[in-house]
T-cell receptor, first 111, second 112 residues
Framework: DGGITQSPKYLFRKEGQNVTLSCEQN?????MYWYRQDPGQGLRLIYY???????QKGDIAEGYSVSREKKESFPLTVTSAQKNPTAFYLC??????????FGPGTRLLVL | GESVGLHLPTLSVQEGDNSIINCAYS??????FIWYKQESGKGPQFIID?????DKRQGQRVTVLLNKTVKHLSLQIAATQPGDSAVYFC???????????FGPGTRLSVLP
């Protein structure tokens, strides 16, 4: 998994609840990303961060929030405003050579 | 198993045969491409990459071919093994510093 860890592996969300997915990397990469993966579709970018204390919305940011307080960490919160949160969430990072490496993913399910 | 790639095109090959997986990319300005392998329930794994100033790049049992004229990328796997069974997808980086665009992928099934 290239030094990127995600937790938990499975996460269950109740209606109206906010949940936070963890992503940590020890690769000393500046850039970190969150993607959503749905069956039969390519990865879709939720949020990304090129540097600590800065992040930008991706293509499907509505209903999600992030923070980047440390270089190693880029947690994603799925808020109650996200009406269809069931998906496989992938965190990635890359350094100066552009190649993106992915974590093992978190499967989010709705109760 | 996970339902990632539930409705993807599938390529079935006999063990020991060569596999060719194709990808059409969208942006003629893309200058960097990656192939990933994703096993069920796991994160994508980097396989091989290629820049737009190259037509071909070889790795261990894998070769990537780039045809910029028709915006086409292919991944060739030699002597396909059961452990190669997975979803394979390509990624293109339009311009350095821009975000990657990912294809939906192809499921490779290796038959005994």
């Amino acid at each position: 998994d290239g030094g990127i860890t995600q937790s938990p592996k499975y996460l269950f969300r109740k209606e109206g609840q906010n949940v936070t997915l963890s992503c940590e990397q020890n690769l000393n990469h500046d850039a970190m990303y969150w993607y959503r993966q749905d069956p039969g579709q390519g990865l879709r970018l939720i949020y990304y961060s090129q540097i600590v204390n800065d992040f930008q919305k991706g293509d499907i940011a509505e209903g999600y929030s992030v923070s980047r307080e440390k270089k190693e960490s880029f947690p994603l919160t799925v808020t109650s405003a996200q009406k269809n949160p069931t998906a496989f969430y992938l965190c990635a990072s890359n350094g100066a050579k552009e190649t993106q490496y992915f974590g093992p993913g978190t499967r989010l399910l709705v109760l | 198993g996970e339902s990632v790639g539930l409705h993807l095109p599938t390529l079935s090959v006999q063990e020991g045969d060569n596999s060719i997986i194709n990808c059409a990319y969208s942006n003629s300005a893309s200058d960097y491409f990656i192939w990933y392998k994703q096993e069920s329930g796991k994160g994508p794994q980097f396989i091989i990459d290629i820049r737009s100033n190259m037509d071909k790049r070889q790795g261990q049992r894998v070769t990537v071919l780039l045809n910029k004229t028709v915006k086409h990328l292919s991944l060739q796997i030699a002597a396909t093994q059961p452990g190669d069974s997975a979803v394979y997808f390509c990624a293109e980086n339009p311009i350095y510093g821009q975000n990657f665009v990912f294809g939906p992928g192809t499921r490779l099934s290796v038959l005994p």
